[in-house]
């Protein structure tokens, strides 16, 4: 055994290496792990090209990928900026509500079905953008369409009153409550 006594540095390292410039600059996305996980299933569908490219980029990379890819990689963040920002200027309030909700529990989806379908429905039809998940066994209803949660602490989706989220059962649309 050794008597090396044990040593911590507190100070922050920064890189100040400047970055290629055959490496186009780009912003951060600039959102938490709850907005992020929102908007995830968004970024998925209209990103999925740059995605794609970035992964087959990192495994022809053989394990070099974070510096060989860094150009896909910032292809893929401004691809994911520009759907947060979409989101953010056509359903900001259905949006806020959503990652709001996942904020106060725990990240845990099943707890944000209604807020979730208020804002699938406002990204969709204001944006055109559509929420799949991928390997959804064919002729079963998508846990995020099913208005029972088993799990969750409010259970029921939809209310007594109503055909969908927001909706009717005579189609018209409900005013929220103040």
Known sequence: MSNR?????QGVLVDTTPMPEHIPAVKEVGASS??????AYFIGARCRPYNDDYMQCKTEAYGRGEIDCLREGRKVTRCASSVIDD??????EEFRSHWLCLENNNHQLWQCRRPER???????????????????????TPIHLRDWQTFANDRLI???NEKDVGIGKDGQELKKAA
């Open 158 to 160: 939809l209310r007594p």
């Open 87 to 92: 989101i953010n200027k056509n359903c900001l």
């Open 118 to 140: 208020l804002l699938n429905k406002c990204v969709f039809n204001k944006i055109g953008l559509e929420k799949v998940i991928p390997d959804t066994p064919k002729g079963q």
């Open 34 to 39: 709850a907005p992020l996980l929102s908007a």
């Open 5 to 9: 006594e044990a040593r911590f540095t």
